[in-house]
């Protein structure tokens, strides 16, 4: 994907807006309002919650809102997790995700990797695995990939014999893709300027609206920003 595509995709993503037709009080007849078109003023610019009952919130963000039940279980299963996630940071050893050795990936490190530690995460993560991967990954956005359905099954066919999950395969493509991904989240942290997307959030941005269709409307609105003329005028002066 070109630079000027990934940056007008992740400009969309999060200035873009969406009309919705909305009744009020003063208004019962109805009118159009603008509302955020993705979810990053409800995940990617909050702050993370210490005690972990806000992030709940970030997690309903990208995921939907929950019932009371639901709730329930994603609280048991950030509980249940918060050992495992911890024990991949201790192994990462204030590594990110992309510079990780492989073996920290592969069947062949085992026991005691980071991979270990998120195949252990996605089997204690209840009923709603999308909701405590958005919330572990906004607790350590350097290290934990954020994977929904569709992301998942996009990076599946690219998996290589003895990885312990997908999170390999987003290993392998920020590490072969590592000086694209270095300048774009330096174009992006200063164009934006209300968050600071690492590069594992940006990928998991753009895979998701590619997988699931939206990557053409994202470029549309990102390239009716301010912040897109401002990208262009820095890339003409250069």
């Given at each position: 994907?070109?630079?000027?595509t990934?940056?007008?995709?992740?400009?969309?993503?999060?200035?873009?807006?969406?009309?919705?037709?909305f009744?009020?009080?003063d208004?019962?007849?109805?009118?159009?309002?603008?509302?955020?078109?993705?979810?990053?003023?409800?995940?990617?610019?909050?702050?993370?919650?210490?005690?972990?009952?806000?992030?709940?919130?970030?997690?309903?963000?990208?995921?939907?809102?929950?019932?009371?039940?639901?709730?329930?279980d994603?609280?048991?299963?950030?509980?249940?997790?918060a050992?495992?996630?911890?024990?991949?940071?201790?192994?990462?050893?204030?590594?990110?995700?992309?510079?990780?050795?492989?073996?920290q990936?592969?069947?062949l490190?085992?026991?005691?990797?980071?991979?270990?530690?998120?195949?252990?995460?996605?089997?204690?993560?209840?009923?709603?695995?999308?909701?405590?991967?958005?919330?572990?990954?906004h607790?350590r956005?350097?290290?934990v990939?954020?994977?929904?359905?569709?992301?998942?099954?996009?990076?599946?066919?690219h998996?290589?014999?003895?990885?312990?999950?997908?999170?390999?395969?987003?290993h392998?493509?920020l590490?072969?893709?590592?000086?694209?991904?270095?300048?774009?989240?330096?174009?992006?942290?200063?164009?934006?300027?209300?968050?600071?997307?690492?590069?594992?959030?940006?990928?998991?941005?753009?895979?998701?609206l590619?997988?699931?269709l939206?990557?053409t409307?994202?470029?549309s609105l990102?390239?009716?920003?301010?912040?897109?003329?401002?990208?262009?005028?820095?890339?003409?002066?250069?």
């Amino acid at each position: 994907m070109p630079v000027d595509t990934a940056v007008a995709a992740v400009l969309g993503y999060a200035r873009g807006r969406r009309p919705l037709w909305f009744r009020s009080f003063d208004k019962p007849q109805g009118h159009w309002v603008q509302l955020p078109a993705f979810g990053w003023t409800r995940f990617d610019t909050l702050p993370t919650d210490p005690d972990g009952d806000d992030d709940i919130l970030l997690g309903e963000g990208l995921h939907g809102r929950l019932d009371r039940p639901g709730w329930a279980d994603v609280r048991q299963s950030l509980v249940a997790v918060a050992p495992l996630a911890a024990a991949a940071e201790d192994r990462a050893d204030g590594r990110p995700l992309w510079e990780l050795p492989d073996d920290q990936l592969s069947v062949l490190g085992e026991p005691g990797t980071v991979g270990a530690a998120f195949r252990d995460i996605d089997r204690t993560s209840g009923t709603h695995p999308g909701h405590v991967r958005a919330i572990l990954h906004h607790q350590r956005p350097a290290l934990v990939p954020h994977l929904t359905r569709s992301t998942r099954r996009a990076l599946l066919p690219h998996s290589h014999e003895g990885d312990l999950g997908v999170e390999a395969v987003v290993h392998r493509e920020l590490r072969a893709n590592a000086e694209a991904f270095a300048d774009l989240e330096g174009r992006v942290a200063t164009l934006l300027g209300d968050a600071r997307p690492t590069r594992l959030r940006l990928h998991d941005i753009l895979l998701w609206l590619a997988t699931t269709l939206r990557l053409t409307h994202a470029v549309s609105l990102g390239t009716a920003t301010p912040e897109w003329e401002r990208h262009l005028a820095a890339v003409t002066s250069r």
